[in-house]
């Protein structure tokens, strides 16, 4: 299979058999290869830096109701709350004291957070920040709504699109949600401007190396700026909660493949990936990942934000977790970097 990855490495496309066939047949030298040219390319674009992103998960309800996800509207036994913007303000705060520069707003797809109280939260944050990256992680809207955010301030969108393949999106999400509109939203934050991130669980229920495959194809045609890749995590209360986890190993060779496709993309070694695998953040970043991203979120809110069961707890001081993450990555001879860390076309 080194050939392939050769391949891709050097022609930044395989064809979709290609692709199935280095899936469904790596080795472990195959994966090792992999990684290393990996961190070969990671640190000729990057250096060996890795790029902290605090997360703010804004609230816990949702309006939709995909199949795999722990606060999805059906779910009664989920834990609901909404943090205010003075809240969210405060996370960013403290954020900013441990050195974060890049804010990321997460949650469910909640109509309580009309387009206008959604753009004045962003521009008060763009007005006491005016040094830092805004991202944006809320899911699916209209155009208009996403140029009004990025009229607001915010300048990066993250929106996985979980999977390129329309029969395996069924499996993972019910009507109305359809994998048309959600690509659709991907172009649209492309074509206003944001820096935008797609991605996938790796071992959703459904996946196969052929629809593996479509999403490597996707993000060939999408070249977007950022890739979310986790292994998928069950949930107690949902329909897949009795669903093995994803494999960490094929987590890890799949970012490694990503870091070839893309050179110059960033990669977050995820919290499901931490949540899977104790040493997951220093793997991923080890087989290319550059971006981390601890919670900020209100410490009490923080267990009601269950997307899959026993989810990896940040520390709940943002000051010590940037230091116990530099010291981490610091074992590995990675540097903790304080700054936006945008992508290299920016
Ligand atoms: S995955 Fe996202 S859109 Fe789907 S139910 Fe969960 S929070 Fe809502």
New binding site residues.
């Given amino acids: 299979m080194k050939q392939l990855i050769d391949k891709l490495h050097a022609q930044k496309h395989l064809s979709k058999e290609e692709y199935v066939s280095l899936f469904s047949s790596y080795t472990p030298a195959d994966a090792s290869y992999a990684a290393t040219l990996a961190q070969e390319i990671k640190n000729s674009v990057y250096g060996k830096n890795v790029f902290i992103r605090g997360l703010i998960e804004i609230s816990s309800y ?1 309006k ?3 199949y795999y ?1 722990g ?3 059906s779910n009664k036994n989920a834990q609901r709350y909404r943090l205010s913007k003075e809240e969210i303000l405060d996370c960013c705060r403290s954020g900013y004291k441990a050195g974060f520069r890049t804010f990321v707003m997460q949650g ?2 909640d109509p309580w957070y009309t387009d206008a109280i959604m753009a004045d939260i962003i521009s008060s944050i763009r007005a006491e920040f005016p040094d830092c990256a805004i991202t944006l992680s809320l ?1 699916e809207k209209g155009h208009d709504s996403y140029e009004r955010f990025f009229r607001a301030g915010a300048n990066r969108y993250l929106l996985r699109h979980e999977t390129a393949d329309e029969a395996h999106y069924r499996i993972l999400h019910p009507e109305p949600l359809t994998l048309e509109n959600r690509i659709k939203c991907l172009w649209d934050l492309k074509q206003i401007g944001y820096q935008v991130g797609c991605g996938f669980m790796i071992g959703s229920p459904g996946q196969t190396p052929q629809t593996l495959a479509e999403d490597f194809l996707f993000l060939e045609k999408f070249q977007p700026h950022m890739v979310g890749m986790g292994p998928f995590l069950p949930h107690k209360d949902t329909i897949f909660r009795d669903h093995p986890g994803g494999s960490v190993d094929l987590t890890l060779f799949l970012l490694s493949l990503c870091r070839i496709l893309l050179p110059k993309v960033l990669l977050p070694a995820t919290t499901a990936l931490s949540t899977a695998s104790a040493d997951g953040k220093l793997l991923g970043v080890l087989h290319g990942a550059n971006v981390v991203m601890p919670n900020l979120s209100p410490w009490d809110k923080r267990e009601k934000y269950m ?1 899959y069961d026993n989810k990896f707890p940040s520390g709940k001081d943002p000051v010590a977790a940037v230091h116990e993450l530099s010291e981490k990555m610091a074992t590995i001879d990675h540097t903790v970097v304080i700054g936006r860390g945008d992508h290299k076309d920016i």
């Fill in positions: 949702c939709n109701n995909c996800c606060i999805c509207r469910g797809e899911g997307l």
